[in-house]
């Protein structure tokens, strides 16, 4: 099982950002989705999940209104659409299969190398 994190970057306060990550080694569609985060010196922890099909979306209170999730089933890939960035979201993104849609535990302990957002003026 394999995730492959990509789109971060530095930008700015009030900036924008779209993750991608890529999947393979699991039958992408039988698992719900997460992004997770983890900011320098802290836990990684969970910033969105995504249900198997895409209908269900749900965000920790720091991202929402600003964060969007989503799958394409066709493709194994979920996304991360990021608007209005603030320092406090600057972190390593990674993504998993989650136990399920409403946990906020990964399936497989397997993680990829994320991919670092900086937000910084």
């Known amino acids: 099982i394999q995730f492959v994190e990509s789109g971060g970057g530095l930008v700015q306060p009030g900036g924008s950002l779209r993750l991608s990550c890529a999947a393979s080694g699991l039958t992408f569609t039988s698992y719900a989705m997460g992004w997770y985060r983890q900011a320098p010196g802290k836990e990684r922890q969970l910033v969105s999940a995504i249900s198997e099909g895409g209908a269900g979306t749900r965000y920790t209170d720091s991202v929402k209104g600003r964060f969007t999730i989503s799958r394409d089933n066709t493709k194994n890939t979920v996304y991360l659409q990021m608007h209005s960035l603030k320092l406090e979201d600057t972190g390593r993104y990674y993504c998993?299969?989650?136990?399920?849609?409403?946990?906020?535990?990964?399936?497989?302990?397997?993680w990829g190398q994320g991919t670092q957002v900086t937000v910084s003026s």
């Open positions: 998993s299969a989650l136990n399920s849609y409403l946990s906020s535990s990964d399936r497989f302990n397997s």
